[in-house]
T-cell receptor, first 116, second 113 residues
Framework: EAQVTQNPRYLITVTGKKLTVTCSQN?????MSWYRQDPGLGLRQIYY???????DKGDVPEGYKVSRKEKRNFPLILESPSPNQTSLYFC???????????????FGAGTRLSVL | KQEVTQIPAALSVPEGENLVLNCSFT??????LQWFRQDPGKGLTSLLL?????REQTSGRLNASLDKSSGRSTLYIAASQPGDSATYLC????????????FGAGTRLFVKA
């Protein structure tokens, strides 16, 4: 089954304790992206990757790191989490093909993070 | 800077009603616009994607239109059903290179049986 898998689904941690949220897709997609969703603000893009070893900042990259060493995986790293990073996080992937911007995004089920 | 706005923030309608959800964006230089559905506690499901060269897309009871010159898109839902109750989000991909995506805050729809 084609899917985007995030782990863990729920995470409670404390300020300053490094954590990693994993994201994996089995569709051989070129593009992957991380978003956070906060009440009243919609989804905001954190980082995206257009291919292996190619990453770039979205609108809210501060406090986050990413890496793309393999095509299927795109982990999100919080080196020193703070309470303002409490949020619902989504990973997405897209084929990245199509001459006219066809880029349907497929989303994971989300990771709810609480930083105390 | 591209901004995406969705009005209304919430909408309640009786079953069977035809309805329109609105999405507006400030910069017409976009690759595409995508409509998503989000159920409580779930991820996003893509409904329709309209490329910048297109005016509309249809899937079943859903029809999405795009007017780049006015910075507007509408999602039309025909003969609404209680199962349509969800949050609907629109997102644009700006024509600035890369893979940036800008989302609206969504419209929460409730269809009453």
């Amino acid at each position: 089954e084609a899917q985007v898998t995030q782990n863990p689904r729920y995470l409670i941690t404390v300020t300053g304790k490094k954590l990693t949220v994993t994201c994996s897709q089995n569709m051989n997609h070129e593009y992957m992206s991380w978003y956070r969703q906060d009440p009243g603000l919609g989804l905001r893009q954190i980082y995206y990757s257009m291919n292996v070893e190619v990453t770039d900042k979205g609108d809210v990259p501060e406090g986050y790191k990413v890496s793309r060493k393999e095509k299927r995986n795109f982990p999100l790293i919080l080196e020193s989490p703070s309470p303002n990073q409490t949020s619902l996080y989504f990973c997405a992937s897209s084929p990245g093909t199509g001459a006219f911007g066809e880029n349907i995004q497929y989303f994971g089920a989300g990771t709810r993070l609480s930083v105390l | 800077k591209q901004e995406v706005t969705q009005i209304p923030a919430a909408l309640s309608v009786p079953e069977g009603e035809n309805l329109v959800l609105n999405c507006s964006f400030t910069d017409s230089a976009i690759y595409n616009l995508q409509w998503f559905r989000q159920d409580p506690g779930k991820g996003l499901t893509s409904l329709l994607l309209i490329q910048s060269s297109q005016r509309e897309q249809t899937s079943g009871r859903l029809n999405a239109s795009l007017d780049k010159s006015s910075g507007r898109s509408t999602l039309y839902i025909a003969a609404s059903q209680p199962g349509d109750s969800a949050t609907y989000l629109c997102a644009v991909r700006p024509f600035t290179g890369g893979f940036k995506t800008i989302f609206g805050a969504g419209t929460r729809l409730f269809v009453k049986a």
